[in-house]
């Protein structure tokens, strides 16, 4: 199972929202680089980037940063936040970013998965954000009529392979994951499953990986605020998760 530490970038800063309101954010750095780093030196292979204006306003806003984390730090970076074009897509990829991430597009344009080429698609995975077990979009400012399980299946009928599964009500809150939803997607779907929200302490690495045992589709897991709050530490979480 993967740990794969975040960064939410917004006006330069590194931020975490509390279930995803923008006028709940906490500021933990100016420096993403800094941050970059970090989780680096502390064993991160992949870097979980969301440029939370770009989210916001439909295209990329920090990409300055982003591109110097890409080129100056050398991990894996999976990014999403505004890229809601092929072009976008494309351009972001050119520049060595290595899985791209989507969702508003996604589900406002069921044809739009399947438009793009094949070696394109598979540089893509769809993050389902959910609230009451419906999907959000728009940086969790809208709402689709979608739920969890129809987004899931939905996309899965298009292609993609990997799929991030985020409860907002728990995203920044350090109240553990929603492990009955986990449950819910794995058993509906082949796809490789990444959950995001709520991870509070190392003994919840301890429950998804041993959910992990049951569910060979649970890819990994994203941590935000517990590793900037220091509610847990990047090395002990990694060596937890790979025992």
């Known amino acids: 199972m993967i740990i794969t ?7 330069g800063n590194v931020v975490r929202l509390f279930r995803g309101l923008y006028n709940k954010q906490t500021i933990y750095s100016t420096d993403p680089l800094g941050f970059a780093e970090k989780w680096k030196e502390q064993g991160a292979e992949i870097l979980h980037i969301i440029d939370l204006d770009g ?5 990329s806003k920090n990409m300055d940063v982003i591109e110097k984390i890409i080129k100056q730090i050398g991990l894996k970076v999976h990014l999403g936040g505004g890229l809601r074009t092929e072009a976008a897509i494309k351009n972001v990829l050119a520049m060595g970013v290595h899985k791209v991430i989507i969702s508003t597009k996604a589900f406002e344009d069921d044809t739009f998965l399947i438009k793009l080429d094949s070696a394109t698609r598979s540089k893509v995975i769809v993050s389902i954000d959910s ?20 987004a899931l299946r939905q996309i899965e009928k ?3 392979k990997t799929a991030v599964i985020t409860d907002v009500s728990s995203d920044g809150t350090l109240q553990g994951p929603n492990i009955e939803l986990l449950k819910q997607v794995l058993t509906s779907c082949q796809m490789n499953i990444i959950s995001a929200g709520g991870i509070s302490c190392i003994e919840d690495i301890k429950t998804l ?20 709050e220091e509610k847990i530490d990047l090395k002990e979480a990694i060596n937890c998760a790979g025992s």
């Open 131 to 150: 609230k009451a077990g419906v999907v959000l979009d728009k940086g969790w400012t809208g709402q689709t009529d979608l739920t969890v399980l129809q």
């Open 55 to 59: 989210a916001f306003y439909g295209e």
């Open 209 to 228: 990986k041993k959910l992990s045992l049951d569910y060979a589709n649970l890819y990994g897991t994203i941590i935000g605020k517990a590793l900037y």
């Open 158 to 160: 298009q292609g993609v």
């Open 5 to 11: 530490p975040a960064i939410d970038i917004r006006q």
